[in-house]
């Protein structure tokens, strides 16, 4: 019993590596990027002013544009309150913008190919 026990653990964990749980890609909120694209003073919670969104995915983003779409969050609806696309290399993983958060609140930002194919999101709350 125990045998089966340990066959039935061991099956889910390669299920979830074979899934990638976590692998995707990420967005990070910061003050500024450096020459590098690291970000500096990243965090989730900022004032109103500019901020620089950064994606790094693993993987090569495979396109020459990204759409941009940046949401105003209100409870559980989401307001479209931007929406633009960038030129990228297909080649480059990571790519960083500067946003300007004149009000407070909570926003989303989105990533997605051309064709609205999602490549990451995330959130933040502009004080």
């Known amino acids: ?12 964990l ?3 590596v074979l899934v ?13 990027v450096d020459d590098n694209l690291k970000p500096i003073n990243s965090g989730s919670v900022f004032t109103t002013g500019q901020l620089a969104v950064r994606i790094e995915s693993p993987e090569s983003f495979g396109t020459n544009k990204l759409e941009v779409s940046l949401y105003k969050v ?8 931007d929406r633009g696309e960038r030129e990228v290399n297909p080649d ?32 933040v709350e502009i004080q």
């Open 20 to 32: 990638g749980c976590g692998g995707g890609a990420e967005v990070t909120f910061c003050e500024s």
């Open 74 to 81: 209100n409870g559980e609806s989401e307001q479209l309150f």
């Open 1 to 12: 019993m125990q045998r089966k026990i340990n066959c039935f653990i061991l099956l889910v």
């Open 92 to 123: 480059w993983n990571i790519f960083a913008l500067t946003v300007y958060f004149a009000d407070p609140g909570e926003y989303k930002v989105v990533f997605s190919k051309p064709g609205g194919e999602k490549i990451a999101s995330s959130s």
């Open 14 to 16: 390669v299920v979830f």
